[in-house]
Structures are given as C-alpha cells and as structure tokens.
C-alpha cells in the first residue's frame, strides 16, 4: 500500500498516450474505413487515465488529511508496532492509516456503534501487515463491518446469543467484506482478530490456500514448501490447529501472521523454522527489530511481545 508521488502521474499519462498511438496505428494503417476507429480507442484511453489519476488524487488526499484527531490519539494504545516508531515513520504509518480508512470503510451494523478505537485497531492491523510489503494491497476487499457481537457462521450472520450455540468472532466473507465482532475486536483478542481477518484477505480473493496471492512464483513456492512441513505441527499455544490446519491451510497462514506480529518472541523460539519463513513473507523480524527489507520505502516492525489472546470462539 502505497502512496503516489504527484511526479508518476505523468509518467503514467506518457504510457497511456503511447499506448493509446500503437492501438491506433492497426487502424491507420487499414485505411479510411476502419480509421473512425481512432477517436474511440483515443476517449477509452482517456477515461482510463482519468480514473487512474482520479483514485490517485484520492490517496493523496487521504493521506494528507490524515485519519482524524481521535484515531491518531488511540494509535499508539492499540498498535505496539506504531508506539515503536520514530516520528518521522509514525507520520508514514498514520497516512497509510488514512488511506486504508478512506478506501476500506468501518461500518456499524446491527447497533454496534464505531468508535475512534475500532477505527484505529482495524487500520493498524491493516498497515502492520503491509509495512514491509509496500508494493501489496488488499485485493478484491471493500469495507470492514463491526456486529454488535458474535454471529453465526451458517449464512444468516444473525447474533448468537444462546450459550453453547456456534458463533465466530470474525470473518473475510468472499464477497469482499471483513466482519469483526466489537466486544471482541476492543477487548480481547482485540488487534489478533484484526490481523487475523485481514491475513485472509492477503491470501487472495478467490484462491484460499494460506499463500498470499501478491507473492512472486518463486516466494509462492518456497512458502508453500514451509507450509507442507509446517502445517501439521500446529503453533504454540494452539494445540488444536494441526488437524484443522490441514483441513484448511489458509487458517493456518492467518493464525500463524496473527501470532507472529503478536507473540513474535514465542514463535522465533519454539518454532523457529515458521518464523524465519515469515519473516521472508512479510519483511519484517517483530522479534529483533532488524530491518528486513529491500526497498528503503518500508520502516521495520519493532514490537514487544503482548500477552496471549484469552480462549474464545474460532475465527475464520
């Protein structure tokens, strides 16, 4: 998730005129009839260019304005990584902070009502995920919708409120939504729930098998090689995953990111092999601070371990 400079919009208006003349020269070169025929891919050419820049000026935007006084106030409450920042890449994080806000709206249903610290868990997630990926998104994803507590996983996504009845606190539907359970979302497991979620996005829109979509083919096949030899051993503290995690490797990769931007020192120790792997995936060493990355554009993620998230019904 990056922010356009102003400088690669015309660079992308000068693609846009070169491609638009080679789509015309066919045209040209075929004579008066199918010459008519320029204008039109020229206009196409156009409008697209105009969208483009368009959802550019509206990063930028976001960017500048920032993502309001009151979630910048609960950022460093809510987000270890943000609270261990310099002020220069905290002012960085809190743009894309606002971008992911302006792009991917929190949405009440149901009663819930969304405060400043929904907002600013939900962004923080967000951006904790990409910070040493720059060059990712979340694709195919619109906004974030917070219930008033847990719900059923049946379709319906009704309320649960009989005990013993099944619930999840949280779900990437496959229709592009993040649904978040507010008790739980502020409470406990709190930014683990975030991640979690948003951890599927990453995995990518229609295929969901714990590799995230974005990766390049090589990255793809060595994470995958982690995985086979990684899924059946289950995480600490997480004694149940393994069958489960065969079952659905993607819930695998989620819980796994979750507990190695929250609990980064245990995982580095009792699953050393995993973390290494993540911290190729996501270019980022939560454990040590170093910085692992590439590009200059991304900071590192330095945080402390937080306590484990307290038993609760399953995420998905």
């Known amino acids: 998730m990056q922010i356009p400079p102003r400088e690669s919009d015309r660079r992308r208006l000068a693609l846009s005129v070169i491609a638009c003349s080679v789509v015309s020269l066919p045209f040209a070169l075929a004579g008066l009839r199918y010459s008519i025929l320029i204008p039109f891919a020229w206009i196409m050419g156009w409008l ?108 319906s996504f009704r309320l649960v409120r009989n005990r013993g009845e099944r619930g999840v606190l949280g779900m990437a539907h496959g229709l592009g939504v993040v649904i978040l359970s507010l008790p739980h979302l502020e409470g406990s497991p709190g930014l683990s729930l975030a991640l979690h979620e948003l951890a599927h996005i990453l995995d990518g829109p229609r295929e969901t098998d714990g590799i995230p979509s974005q990766m390049t083919k090589a990255e793809k096949q060595e994470w995958a090689a982690v995985m086979e030899a990684e899924t059946g051993k289950g995480l600490p503290g997480r004694e149940d995953l393994p069958r489960h995690s065969e079952e659905r490797p993607a819930e695998f990769f989620a819980e796994a990111a979750d507990m190695f931007f929250t609990r980064p020192a245990l995982l580095a120790s009792r699953r050393p092999a995993l973390y290494d792997a993540l911290v190729k995936v996501f270019r980022q060493d939560p454990s040590s601070c170093r910085r692992i990355q590439e590009s200059p554009e991304a900071p590192p993620a330095c945080r402390e371990d937080t306590p484990p998230p307290a038993s609760s019904p399953p995420q998905t």
């Not at 979630?71 to 460093?76: D, L, Q, T």
């Not at 009440?108 to 997630?125: F, M, Q, W």
């Open 48 to 155: 697209e260019y105009r969208a483009w820049k368009r959802r550019r000026e509206a990063r930028r935007a976001a960017a500048e304005s920032g993502p309001g006084e009151g979630v910048e106030v609960e950022m460093p409450n809510v987000s270890p990584l943000y609270a261990s920042l310099s002020e220069e890449d905290a002012a960085h994080f809190r743009s894309l902070a606002a971008v992911f806000l302006n792009e991917h709206p929190v949405t009440a249903i149901a009663g819930a009502e969304v405060s400043d610290r929904t907002k600013a868990i939900v962004a923080a997630a967000a951006v904790t995920l990409l910070w040493g990926r720059p060059e990712w998104e979340y694709p195919a994803f619109g906004e974030v919708l917070i219930y008033p507590g847990i719900f059923s996983d049946d379709g």
